[in-house]
């Protein structure tokens, strides 16, 4: 037996971690960057609102029943979903909300979101176009 405390295994954590690539388009174009992530094969694809919100019911549930929730999207570049603003909009205040972007939306866009994810994750670009 190690006395370790990584060696030990809790089964009853009530935490529940979503990592959502929202969408397969970004509006840079690094050739370091796998077409998957910006080509946009799939953007005619990205759900409707109604897939998206009964999924973010069934997330905000959870929530209701004291799990604790972070709740992550990222692309391609997800601010260029219709439905970026409002799936923050649902799951405030019972998820943690994280975006992973590249930047590109101006200062002003932002503050126009009716509820701003918690924490906003930049990626850097230097070859974007």
Known sequence: ?????????DRDSRRLVVYWVLTDWCNFRCT?????????????????????SGFLDRINT??????????????????TSKHFEH?????HPQAYGIVTT???????????????PDTVI??????SN
């Open 1 to 9: 037996m190690h006395d370790l405390p990584f060696t030990m295994i």
């Open 62 to 79: 959870l929530a209701a029943e004291g799990w604790l929730i972070e709740f992550g999207i990222s692309g391609g570049e997800p601010t």
């Open 87 to 91: 799936i923050f909009a649902r799951l």
């Open 102 to 116: 590249n930047g590109s939306r101006p200062v002003g866009w932002w503050k126009k979101l009716a509820r701003l």
């Open 32 to 52: 370091y960057c796998p077409e998957n992530l910006h080509d946009g094969r799939s953007r005619g694809l990205e759900p409707e609102w109604s897939v998206i």
């Open 122 to 127: 930049f990626s850097i670009h230097p070859e």
